[in-house]
Nanobody
């Protein structure tokens, strides 16, 4: 599975960005969900949001609820992250992940190369 992120960049606080993650290659049945993670300098990588492929179950980190929206287009094998009302603390490298959802938990799978999001104050 290959994952390619796009859409990162520099934006002022309060602005918006839309990230995309395109998946290609062999997709095993175990991969039934995709997620966005981010890692800021000096911090651990953290889950931002995930979405399941079938029922579209979503889950968000508390820090982005109400500001970010995750979606997917199964026909295009693409996942999106609409980020609104961006804050400087949202600055990080954002990574796409293709994993597995079961029993309320998201399990990590394949990673993309990451895309930088920088929010200026």
């Amino acid at each position: 599975v290959q994952l390619v992120e796009s859409g990162g960049g520099l934006v002022q606080a309060g602005g918006s960005l839309r990230l995309a993650c395109a998946a290609s290659g062999s997709t095993f049945s175990i991969i039934n969900a995709m997620g966005w993670y981010r890692q800021a300098p000096g911090k651990q990588r953290e889950l931002v949001a995930f979405i399941t492929s079938g029922s579209g179950i979503t889950n968000y980190a508390d820090s982005v609820k109400g500001r970010f929206a995750i979606s997917r287009d199964n026909a295009k094998n693409t996942m999106y992250l609409q980020m609104n009302s961006l804050k400087p603390e949202d600055t990080a490298v954002y990574y796409c992940n293709a994993g597995h959802y079961s029993g309320g938990y998201y399990g990590l799978g394949y990673w993309g190369q990451g895309t930088q999001v920088t929010v200026s104050s």
